[in-house]
Each structure stands twice: as structure tokens, then as C-alpha cells.
């Protein structure tokens, strides 16, 4: 079993950053990557990024690439999600997971967190 706790969500200006982090626990000690993704109220959850477990692979969708950056810290079972130029439409709750595979893909994810509000004023 694998326990993620994500923080750092916030209410922001359009334009503004914010960083959200995923604390792991558990059985940490295998090699899995991870991800964020996030659901809008009334849409399906979708990918945001992902990164693999030696930090060497990233992968982002195109609706945040190149305002966000996702970094791990496996030292201390952290994940990072560093978001810029943020934009109403972000808005959303923002969960990350972990992967024994590397994949864009929900279902491929096996354990989650349970999120944190991200909501972008315009």
C-alpha cells in the first residue's frame, strides 16, 4: 500500500503560481511513477503529468505544458507540481497517483490521493 497526501492548493489571481506537493508513505521503496491529474465540477477527471521513477522521464498535457513543471524528490518521497500563469480553466481538484508503469492513462494509476482545491479567479 502506498498513502498520498497532497497540499499547497489555494485560491489565486489568473496569472499568479502556485505549487502543489504529494507526500508518499507506505511501500515506497519500489520504483513507480507518478502523476497529477485533476477533475473541473461536472467534467471527467483528465492527465495534467506525469514523471517517471528515476525522475528522468516527463510528461505533460497539452493544455499545462509550459506552465507547469513536475519534479519528485524520491529521497523524500515527495512529488512536486510547480504551476505558472495560471488560468481560470485550471480550476479544479488536483490528485496525484502512482504508477507501476509509466502511462498518461487513469486506469494505470493504482493508488491516489484525495486532492487539493485549486481555484483560479479571473
Known amino acids: 500500500q502506498v498513502q498520498l497526501v497532497e497540499s499547497g492548493g489555494g485560491l489565486v489571481q489568473a496569472g499568479g503560481s502556485l505549487r502543489l506537493s504529494c507526500a508518499a508513505s507506505?511501500?515506497?521503496?519500489?520504483?513507480?511513477?507518478m502523476g497529477w491529474f485533476r477533475q473541473a465540477p461536472g467534467k471527467e477527471r483528465e492527465f495534467v503529468a506525469a514523471?517517471?521513477?528515476?525522475?528522468?522521464?516527463?510528461s505533460y498535457a497539452d493544455s499545462v505544458k509550459g506552465r507547469c513543471t513536475i519534479s519528485r524528490d524520491s529521497a523524500k518521497n515527495m512529488l512536486y507540481l510547480q504551476m505558472n500563469s495560471l488560468k481560470p480553466e485550471d480550476t479544479a481538484i488536483y490528485c496525484c497517483?502512482?504508477?507501476?508503469?509509466?502511462?498518461?492513462?487513469?486506469?494505470?494509476?493504482?493508488?491516489w490521493g484525495q486532492g487539493t482545491q485549486v481555484t483560479v479567479s479571473s
Open positions: 514523471i517517471s521513477w528515476s525522475g528522468g522521464g516527463t
Open positions: 497517483a502512482s504508477s507501476w508503469g509509466w502511462s498518461r492513462v487513469t486506469e494505470a494509476y493504482n493508488y
Open positions: 507506505g511501500r515506497t521503496s519500489r520504483r513507480f511513477s
